[in-house]
Nanobody
Framework: QVQLVESGGGLVQAGGSLRLSCTASGRTIGIYFMGWFRQAPGKERDFVAAVSAGAARTYYADSVKDRFTISRDNAKNTVYLQMSNLEPEDTAVYYC?????????????????WGRGTQVTVSS
């Protein structure tokens, strides 16, 4: 089993930045495909960004491309999401997810492990 714990969320003004962290325990996630999703109240859980096991490839939703950067430090068993130029529309609970197969996917049903999420609130 893999346990994922997100941190780094909070309240920020529009245009500001936050860095989310997702730290894993239980197993090394170095071989897992990792993703970030978000869910706003009353909305579905949406794909935000993902990174391959070796960090060679990254993937982004169009809405966050050029503003967010996903990265990973396998030695620390941690994945990061650097968020810049935040907009009120980015307000949501952000979830970290792990997929055992190192195959790119933006579909949340394809991820086996999930954290409990961290709240990000962007004020206008």
């Amino acid at each position: 089993q893999v346990q994922l714990v997100e941190s780094g969320g909070g309240l920020v003004q529009a245009g500001g930045s936050l860095r989310l962290s997702c730290t894993a325990s239980g197993r090394t996630i170095g071989i897992y495909f990792m993703g970030w999703f978000r869910q706003a109240p009353g909305k579905e859980r949406d794909f935000v960004a993902a990174v391959s096991a070796g960090a060679a490839r990254t993937y982004y939703a169009d809405s966050v491309k050029d503003r967010f950067t996903i990265s990973r430090d396998n030695a620390k068993n941690t994945v990061y999401l650097q968020m810049s130029n935040l907009e009120p529309e980015d307000t949501a609970v952000y979830y970290c997810a792990a997929r055992i197969l190192n195959i790119a996917t933006r579909t949340y049903e394809n991820y086996e492990y999930w954290g409990r999420g961290t709240q990000v609130t962007v004020s206008s």
